[in-house]
């Protein structure tokens, strides 16, 4: 038995990479600095691997912003308007990322999505009608060639053809046909140079094999292969899935000559139908995705060993793999020293899930491992009672009737009610919710968590923040305000830590994308609320204005989403859990007199099934119903806004529709309003704000191209129903790249009011 880890956090341990990359754009470090920051934890993570017993291990899986846009730049697709920028290689590289507004020239950055049904989310390559795509970096090879150097070798990761066509966004007249032989034979250039260097195996990335499949994209996706592999004379091709099972295309995939093929048998909920089915070539291997890349719950060896078991009675050669890239759990469980052994027992983080993959190994070659130490510990783990569930919770679940998720008054009627009593201007104007954590917020709260102030100190300072974000969104003329969040860490985190059944780490941090770490609490058992999580700061917040203050909340969807979530129960008896808590926050808040309240689904689509055939019956059917049932119980004067973010939303408007909200606002800056038509096209009856600007980029919108925009809207949805908004929460950026761009949102919602009086 061999062992394969598809890919591997890149950020680093303590989240080196994020802290190296954010001094070289602030100036303060020059690119030698960044690259060998780069390079040292490259050394580290491929050494890590490889004293794990790891026999696979992958290189280029490293980036310093998104593997798709390394591949992108890899394939030569560079949308002019970056190139014309006259950059380094690696700042025109981070201007595609982030945007650039400088010197050189002003240049929005490239849409970004959500990586499948991941919280990570991946830059959009674009491909212009001039594009040529041909072989251009060396990145790959530069990293095989220094790992080659440490005595290690590796296996090089690349994006698939199928799915980079897939992924690819085409701006102009071309489509993905007119690039076909183009990318066909950037691919067979890149093979050849592979067998220059002697490299053994190449993992090429299809995770779109995933989804579903007609006829010709099964077409497609063999004309690409047979078309490549004749290519791959001494390489060995494995071709790589992940996130779900390739039912519509097992068949011809074992028919072509790959040298290897890997399979997810954690989401793929057909992969072992499919063997049994039409059984594994002889001359292949195959990787067996059984260790979860997804979750940090501890493998449980005998459901493993058992598959394991059944793959070589078949006399399938296998390789045991991860069942996705490990970039989607924390580093390692060596830096949590508050939590107790008792829970960290059941954990485990992408070192661990290592030894997981060796420990399994050696026991897949015992002739009765059911004797062995190892086997038998973690036998006993899964035996034991973990203390998880609530009896409150579950009897409260049980009582919810059908009632519970329908809102009165209909929409149509609120909508009427709340225009009357909220009195608000045409095109009213907003923000998502955070302000900037800027270091004084941040230094405030880490004071108070290490004990080296008081509670009321914390509190007096987060109050004088408030206040001040307050009196300055007044002074700039927004028409529905915020506090300002400065007292939350985490969208998340914040709330499950005044619910029941959440548990927190130190440093279990996983990028969401670039420079973005995230830390996801763990759902351990049953949820329910403790105490009140948000009323004492939106009554605060309030009392000091006479214009509306809007209560801000994480929706249950969300929550459980960016979560590491239990695997004893469903996500659906999770999340109407969590949405049960929520609710007790929503009635709450309007008892206290807040009058808008914003229950934010950033994370809807995340859990969404990859196949549509699954949409409903698996998700949908409980995901929506349970926002619902957050905000059922108001009154109709009371207005419900949510917010989606980064995420392709145009194919489940009606569903978004049936959350039952006032107002819904969404990112559309980066992906150019693509979903207006779809708004317009299903007759979308929420009122809606699609985000002026991009808040993930550091550059500043003028007043010119926010009317611009505006006045695009305005050609797709009514008048009456339109919201000005930023596309997502500030948090992450400068204060004064804030207050400029909020100025001009402002100035622009001014200017559009008279054009349309």
């Known amino acids: 038995m061999q062992t394969s880890v598809i890919g591997f956090p890149r950020i680093g341990t303590l989240r080196e990479l994020k802290f190296a990359s954010e001094k070289y754009f602030r100036k303060e470090i020059e690119a030698a600095q960044l690259l060998e920051t780069a390079k040292e934890l490259r050394k580290v993570h491929w050494t890590t691997q490889k004293n794990s017993g790891a026999d696979y291990i992958s290189c280029n899986d490293f980036s310093h912003y998104d593997i798709t846009l390394d591949t992108a730049v890899l394939l030569g697709i560079i949308p002019k308007r970056y190139k014309d920028l006259g950059l380094s290689e690696l700042d025109t590289y981070f201007a595609m990322a982030r945007g650039y507004q400088g010197d050189c020239g002003d240049v929005k950055a490239l849409a970004m999505k959500k990586w499948y049904n991941t919280n990570y989310h991946y830059i959009v390559p674009e491909l212009e009608d001039e594009t040529t795509i041909k072989l251009s ?96 004379k001494k390489c060995k091709i494995l071709l790589q899935t992940y996130f779900g099972d390739v ?64 793959l070589n009675k078949k006399g399938i050669k296998s390789v045991l793999s991860t069942s996705c890239s490990l970039l989607h759990v924390p580093y390692t469980l060596k830096h949590e020293k508050k939590l107790s052994d ?89 923000t998502i919710g955070s302000f900037p954590q800027t270091n004084d917020v941040k230094a405030n709260r880490s004071a108070y968590r290490k004990g080296e102030i008081s509670e009321k100190e914390y509190i007096n300072f987060n109050k004088a923040k408030i206040a001040e974000c307050v009196a300055w969104q007044e002074e700039i003329g927004l028409d529905v305000l915020v506090h300002g969040e400065y007292e939350r860490n985490d969208m998340v985190e914040y709330f499950g830590e005044s ?48 214009k509306i203050m ?27 859990q969590i949405a049960l808590a929520i609710r007790d926050e929503v009635l709450d808040l309007e008892k206290n007199g807040i009058r808008i309240i914003q229950i934010d689904e950033a994370a809807l689509r995340e859990k969404l099934p990859l196949r549509k055939s699954d949409w409903y019956n698996e998700y949908l059917s409980f995901a929506i119903p349970a926002f619902c049932l957050t905000h059922s119980g108001v009154k109709a004067q009371t207005q419900i806004h949510t917010h989606m973010c980064y995420s392709e939303f145009t194919d489940i408007i009606p569903s978004i529709d049936d959350m039952d909200a006032d107002v819904i606002t969404f990112e559309a800056s980066r992906s150019d309003l693509q979903i207006l038509d779809s708004l317009r096209e299903h007759n979308f009856e929420t009122e809606v704000g699609p985000g002026v600007y991009d808040i993930h980029s550091p550059r500043v919108p003028s007043v010119e191209e926010i009317l611009n925009v505006l006045n695009i809207m305005l050609g797709k949805i009514d008048g009456d129903k339109l919201w000005i908004n930023p596309d997502c929460g500030l948090k992450t950026r400068a204060m004064s790249e804030t207050e400029a761009s909020l100025k001009n949102l402002v100035k622009a919602a001014k200017q559009i009011r008279k054009q349309n009086d």
């Open 137 to 232: 970096g060396s990145k790959l090879w530069d990293e095989y060639s220094e790992a080659k150097s440490l005595g290690i070798e590796t296996k090089p990761v690349v994006i698939g053809a199928y799915t980079m066509l897939k992924l690819c966004r085409y701006t102009e007249k071309k489509t993905a046909d007119d690039y076909l032989s183009d990318f066909i034979n950037a691919y067979k250039a890149l093979i050849e140079k592979c067998e220059e260097y002697q490299i053994e195996w190449i993992q090429f990335d299809e995770p779109s094999l995933v989804q579903d499949m007609d006829k010709d994209d099964i077409a497609l996706f063999c004309k690409i292969y047979n078309n490549i592999l004749p290519y791959a």
């Open 247 to 310: 039912r519509d295309i097992y068949a011809e995939l074992i028919n072509m000559p790959f040298a290897g093929i890997g399979l997810d048998f954690i989401e793929g909920k057909e992969t072992c139908r499919l063997i049994e089915k039409y059984g594994f070539p002889q001359d292949k291997l195959l990787f067996a995705g059984l260790v979860n890349g997804k979750n940090i719950w501890r493998n449980n060896y005998d459901k493993t060993l058992q598959i394991l078991d059944l």
């Open 342 to 430: 008792e829970y960290l027992a059941y954990f485990s983080f992408a070192e661990e899930k290592l030894a997981e993959l060796n420990e399994l190994k050696t026991l897949s070659e015992c002739k009765d491992y059911h004797s062995e130490e190892i086997f038998k510990n973690n036998e006993k783990l899964f035996a034991e009672n973990r203390n998880c569930e609530n009896a409150d919770v579950k009897n409260r679940l049980s009582l919810v009737t059908d009632s519970d998720y329908i809102r009165l008054p209909k929409r149509s009627e609120r909508q009427k009610i709340q225009k009357e009593i909220l009195a608000l201007p045409k095109f009213p104007t907003t």
């Open 499 to 546: 619910l029941g059944g959440f548990l927190f780490t130190e440093k279990a941090w996983v990028q969401s994308y670039g420079t973005r770490c995230v830390k996801p609490p763990v759902i351990w058992g049953d949820v329910y609320r403790k105490k009140p999580i948000t009323v004492y700061w939106s009554v605060y917040a309030q009392s000091l204005t006479t």
């Open 550 to 576: 809007k209560g801000m909340l994480t929706g249950p969807v969300t929550i459980l989403n960016w979560s590491f979530p239990r695997e004893d129960i469903s996500i659906r008896e999770s999340i109407s």
